[in-house]
C-alpha cells in the first residue's frame, strides 16, 4: 500500500464506524479502564516514598485540595482527578495520586540520595525526601500503610554477597529476600518492620541495563502487596471481636433446639428467643458481611501479585512469599472461619424457626380440628332443633288454616247452609296437616336444588 492510500483506508474506516450500532453508554469508560493506571517509569537509582491513607469520609476534593498545596500546582483542575489517577511532574520529584474503594495512594518517585546506596549503613532517608514533610503529614485519611522503598543499580552476582551488603543496609536485622523476575534478574529484600518514623524500609537491587518500565513494575508489585496485605488483615480484628457473640449465639441456639425438642417451654418463648437471636446474627451480617468479603478479595490480589513476582529463593534466607503466606494464611483462616460461621448459624436459626413453625403449625390445626368437630356438632344440634321447629310449625300452620275452615263453615251454616262447621272441620284436619306438610317439603326440596 501506498503512502498516498492511507488517508483512503482511515476514511474508509470512518465510514465503516459510522455504520455501526449505537455505543453503549459505558464501553468508552470500560475501554479506557485498562490505560486508567499506567505504569511508573522510574530511573535508577531512585527512592520511592509511598503513603497508602484510609478514604473513609475523604472526599475527593479534600485530596484535590491537598494536592494543589503541592508547589506550582495552585492551578490544578479537579477534572484531572476525575479518573482516579493523576500523576504531577514536579521540579526533580513526581507525585502520583491514586484512589480506590477502601483508600488512596500518594507516591513520591525522586532520585535516591547518594549516601543511601547499597554499601551505606541503615541510611537515613527523610531529610532528603523532596516534599515537605508537613505536606505528607497532612494527606487526608488515616495511615495504612507507608514505605521508603530504595531502588539501586548493582550487579546481583555473587547473591550471598549482595545479600550481605543488603542486610547492613537495614541495620543488620533479620530480612527476607528473593530472587524475582525471570531468571532472578533483581533482588528484593525487606524486614517489613515499622521503624520510629511510621515507614517501612524495602530495597530493591537490579542489574544495570533493567529497563524502567521494569524496574516501575517492580516497585509497584511491591507496594501494592504489602497495601493489600494490611487491607486484608483488616478483617481480622474483626472476626476476633465476633468470636464471643458467635459463642454465645450458638449455646443459646443449642439451648433452644433443647427446649424445643423437650416441648417443656411455651412456643410463644422460644419464638422471641429465636427471633433475638436471629436480629442478632442478621445484624452481625450486615455490618461486617462487605470487610469479610473484601478480605478475601484483597487476599487473592495478595497473593496474585506474589505470583507475578516470580520469586526463587536465596540459600538460607525465607522469601517474601513464604514469609507472607506463613504469617498471612492463619489470619485469613480465621477470616473465613468466622464468616463461615456466621452464615452457619444464619442458616440453622433459619432451620430452628423452620421446626418451631412446623410445631405451632401443627398445633393450630388441631386446634382447627377440634373447632370444626364442635361446629359440626353445633350444626347437628341445630338441625335437630330446627327438624323440631318446623314440625311445630306444620302443626301451627295446620291449626290456623283449619281454624280458618271453621269460621267459614260457620259463615256458610249463618248463611242458611246445611252444614255442620265442626264435623267438617274435623274432618279436614287431616287433609290440611297433609296439605301443609307436602307444601313444606317442596320448598325444602327448591332451595336444596338452587343450592
Excluded at 138 to 148: E, M, N
Excluded at 260 to 277: G, I, N
Aim: hydrophobic share 45%.
Amino acid at each position: 500500500m501506498t503512502t498516498s492510500s492511507y488517508p483512503e483506508a482511515a476514511r474508509a474506516a470512518a465510514a465503516l464506524a459510522e455504520r455501526l450500532p449505537p455505543e453503549d453508554p459505558q464501553r468508552r469508560v470500560l475501554h479506557d479502564e485498562v490505560h486508567a493506571r499506567p505504569p511508573a517509569r522510574i530511573r535508577l537509582p531512585a527512592l520511592v516514598v509511598y503513603v497508602a491513607v484510609a478514604n473513609e469520609g475523604v472526599r475527593r476534593e479534600d485530596e484535590w485540595a491537598h494536592l494543589r498545596e503541592l508547589p506550582g500546582q495552585a492551578e490544578l483542575p479537579l477534572d484531572a482527578m476525575q479518573g482516579n489517577f493523576l500523576r504531577l511532574r514536579l521540579d526533580g520529584y513526581t507525585v502520583k495520586w491514586e484512589r480506590h474503594t477502601e483508600f488512596s495512594r500518594y507516591s513520591i518517585v525522586q532520585p535516591l540520595p547518594p549516601h543511601a546506596g547499597l554499601g551505606s549503613v541503615e541510611p537515613e532517608l527523610f531529610p532528603a525526601v523532596r516534599v515537605d514533610p508537613q505536606w505528607l503529614a497532612s494527606i487526608p485519611g488515616r495511615t495504612l500503610a507507608a514505605i521508603k522503598l530504595a531502588m539501586v543499580s548493582e550487579p546481583i552476582e555473587p547473591v550471598a554477597q549482595t545479600l550481605e551488603r543488603a542486610r547492613a543496609w537495614f541495620g543488620g536485622h533479620a530480612v527476607v529476600a528473593s530472587l524475582v523476575g525471570k531468571e532472578g534478574a533483581s533482588l528484593v529484600v525487606t524486614d517489613l518492620a515499622i521503624r520510629p518514623s511510621g515507614f517501612e524500609r524495602m530495597l530493591a537491587v537490579c542489574p544495570p541495563g533493567t529497563s524502567e518500565t521494569r524496574v516501575g513494575r517492580i516497585s509497584g508489585r511491591l507496594l501494592e502487596i504489602e497495601t493489600y496485605r494490611i487491607m486484608a488483615l483488616r478483617g481480622l480484628p474483626v472476626a476476633k471481636a465476633l468470636t464471643p457473640m458467635l459463642g454465645e449465639t450458638e449455646r443459646a441456639l443449642a439451648e433452644i433446639t433443647a427446649q424445643l425438642e423437650a416441648k417443656a417451654v411455651d412456643d410463644q418463648q422460644l419464638l422471641d428467643a429465636l427471633v433475638a437471636q436471629a436480629t442478632r446474627i442478621e445484624r452481625a451480617t450486615a455490618e461486617h458481611a462487605y470487610r469479610f468479603s473484601a478480605t478475601s478479595a484483597y487476599y487473592e490480589l495478595v497473593k496474585q501479585r506474589l505470583a507475578e513476582l516470580r520469586e526463587q529463593p536465596i540459600p538460607g534466607t525465607q522469601t517474601l512469599g513464604e514469609f507472607m503466606q506463613r504469617r498471612l494464611s492463619p489470619a485469613m483462616a480465621t477470616v473465613a472461619a468466622t464468616a463461615q460461621r456466621l452464615a452457619s448459624l444464619s442458616e440453622r436459626i433459619a432451620r430452628a424457626s423452620a421446626l418451631l413453625r412446623t410445631r405451632v403449625d401443627i398445633a393450630r390445626e388441631a386446634q382447627n380440628q377440634q373447632l370444626l368437630a364442635k361446629l359440626t356438632r353445633g350444626q347437628e344440634l341445630q338441625l335437630r332443633l330446627q327438624s323440631t321447629v318446623e314440625g311445630l310449625s306444620i302443626a301451627a300452620i295446620s291449626y290456623y288454616v283449619v281454624s280458618l275452615l271453621l269460621y267459614g263453615g260457620k259463615a256458610l251454616k249463618g248463611a242458611g247452609v246445611p252444614i255442620n262447621p265442626e264435623l267438617a272441620a274435623g274432618a279436614l284436619i287431616p287433609l290440611v296437616w297433609w296439605a301443609v306438610w307436602r307444601t313444606t317439603r317442596r320448598i325444602h326440596e327448591r332451595i336444596h336444588a338452587n343450592e
